[in-house]
């Protein structure tokens, strides 16, 4: 079975500065990879995913994300954080071939300085 | 594009008692997946609906979990028999059939089991 460990419970940055969520992932074949963000009273919100292909990948917002087999990591970066980007970040896993059943990471908590 | 909708967004009940979700997906989309969501913790895939049809069930769906979606429209997810353990936040989301596997969720129905 697959699984997703976001080794970082809890982040903080300054507002401007450079940002990178780590996401470390099990599963034997290619996974499908995702992350999401969860703002307070709102929904997840998906920001990239990586199915096959360029291992870096553009999301929303600015983020991106690049994909390493050999360290089996898809970890989350955005150059420069503004306030706004404040949530919790969920890395997810999918099973090659379907979507539907995605197992996520316990998440990682970003508080943004001013 | 409204979104996917759930209600109610909050419900408290004692435990024995059985409890009702209801989840509207974005009209079109033919894909329903139930997540149930605990404190510090990621998702986890309880569900999945294409169309009317049950498709997948997640082992944690006791036999006190019992989910439709009769019309292939709006789905509801039942609890029967409440247990504290059951208190959570429980998620919807939905997808089209092409390009499925871009989830979009609802705000979630927070389930506090007394």
Known sequence: AQSVTQPDIHITVSEGASLELRCNYSYGATPYLFWYVQSPGQGLQLLLKYFSGDTLVQGIKGFEAEFKRSQSSFNLRKPSVHWSDAAEYFCAVGVEGSARQLTFGSGTQLTVLP | ?114
């Open chain 2, 1 to 114: 594009d409204t979104g996917v909708s759930q209600d109610p967004r909050h419900k408290i009940t004692k435990r024995g008692q059985n409890v009702t979700f209801r989840c509207d997906p974005i009209s079109e989309h033919n894909r329903l997946y139930w997540y149930r969501q605990t404190l510090g913790q990621g998702p986890e895939f309880l569900t999945y609906f294409q169309n009317e049809a049950q498709l997948e069930k997640s082992r944690l769906l006791s036999d006190r979990f019992s989910a439709e979606r009769p019309k292939g429209s709006f789905s509801t997810l039942e609890i029967q028999r409440t247990e504290q353990g059951d208190s959570a936040m429980y998620l919807c989301a939905s997808s089209p059939g092409l390009g499925g596997e871009k989830l979009f969720f609802g705000s979630g129905t927070q389930l506090s089991v007394l």
